[in-house]
């Protein structure tokens, strides 16, 4: 009967050491994940402050009108003129 009682005893001390183990393992685990995604998470905070400072900068008539111009958009209600130098003139027209 001891043993039985002895073996039972380390049985279950066996148990507890691997189960134990598992739960270190597993700590260890969310420990790393955490640190992952509390990184990406900063990452992300600092992405949404980008972008919070181009929603202001561009919701000013002003900025926007300014951008607009660097990829030759027009304002509301501007005309577009296309100038093209004549046939055969190497500079521009007024600069001989």
Known sequence: MRIF????LAAILV???VQAY??????????AKT??????????KTENQEYQ???????????L???????NRKKPGEQLYILVPPQG????AGHN
């Open 89 to 92: 003139s190497t500079t521009p």
């Open 5 to 8: 009682l002895a073996i039972f």
């Open 35 to 44: 640190v992952e995604l509390n990184a990406e998470a900063s990452a992300l």
């Open 53 to 63: 400072r181009n929603i202001e900068y561009y919701g000013q008539p002003e900025n």
């Open 15 to 17: 148990f507890i050491a």
């Open 65 to 71: 009108g300014k951008e607009a111009l660097k990829y």
């Open 22 to 31: 598992n739960l270190r393992q597993q700590s260890a685990d969310f420990s």
